[in-house]
């Protein structure tokens, strides 16, 4: 999906997260969209056709006018930076 879709319903990029990452994650969005403080979470996605990847995502909310909550997102692929870790923690 393409950031404006994902701005639009977020519906289509949560499937892609792995079930027991996407309870926990949602539980930790509705929580921080309560008190409006910052969300972290490293989940397991799987995209069509392609390995599990391994991916951090960060996010604020922030209250509109309206009441809704706007939130500004970051997610990063962390596979291979979580994979050499592990490789180097079985080394030492």
Same mark, same amino acid.
């Given at each position: 999906a393409e950031p404006i879709d994902v701005a639009r319903d977020a519906t289509r990029a949560l499937a892609h997260w792995? @079930?027991?990452?996407?309870?926990r994650a949602i539980e930790?969005?509705? *929580?921080?969209? /309560? &008190?409006?403080?910052?969300?972290h979470a490293t989940l397991r996605v799987r995209?069509?056709?392609?390995?599990e990847r391994l991916v951090e995502?960060?996010?604020? @909310?922030?209250?509109?006018?309206?009441g809704s909550v706007l939130?500004? *997102?970051?997610? /990063? &692929?962390v596979t291979e930076t979580a994979t050499a870790a592990g490789r180097l923690a079985a080394v030492t």
């Amino acid at each position: 999906a393409e950031p404006i879709d994902v701005a639009r319903d977020a519906t289509r990029a949560l499937a892609h997260w792995q @079930p027991e990452d996407r309870r926990r994650a949602i539980e930790g969005l509705v *929580a921080s969209a /309560a &008190d409006l403080s910052p969300w972290h979470a490293t989940l397991r996605v799987r995209l069509p056709g392609r390995a599990e990847r391994l991916v951090e995502g960060r996010a604020g @909310p922030q209250r509109e006018a309206d009441g809704s909550v706007l939130w500004q *997102a970051y997610f /990063a &692929d962390v596979t291979e930076t979580a994979t050499a870790a592990g490789r180097l923690a079985a080394v030492t």
